[in-house]
């Protein structure tokens, strides 16, 4: 498959790759791999539903769309484990991280 070629995409893979993380393309999406853990990468722009399925999963989108990535994320309630990083002007922050607890 071919590299992802989109900005958001570019920035997760750098991110996970700072991280020490092994990365490789799927489509639109990105796996990223350090020892026993394989985290698949999902860049979002914009708020989307997210994938049914997976086990540990990582969105990575703007800051100015966290906030309705996380709600539809809650809301489809999926049974995997899932975080969420944003970026802004070269820099990250993850936003929701499991398994914490959070505040509604």
């Known amino acids: 498959m071919g ?3 989109n900005p958001l995409a570019k920035e997760a893979r750098s991110i996970f790759a700072e991280l020490g993380y092994t990365i490789s393309d799927h489509g639109d999406e ?3 791999e350090r020892g026993w853990k394989v985290v698949e990468v999902t860049p979002m722009p914009e708020p989307k539903s ?4 997976g086990s540990l999963r990582c969105f990575v989108t703007y800051q100015h769309s ?4 996380r709600q539809r994320i809650r809301q489809a309630n999926p049974e995997y484990d899932w975080a969420i990083i944003t970026v ?3 820099d990250y922050e993850v936003v929701r991280a499991p398994p914490c607890a959070e505040a509604a």
């Open 50 to 53: 997210p994938p049914a399925s």
């Open 66 to 69: 966290a906030r309705d990535l």
């Open 30 to 32: 990105l796996t990223a």
């Open 3 to 5: 590299t992802v070629t």
């Open 88 to 90: 802004e002007d070269d």
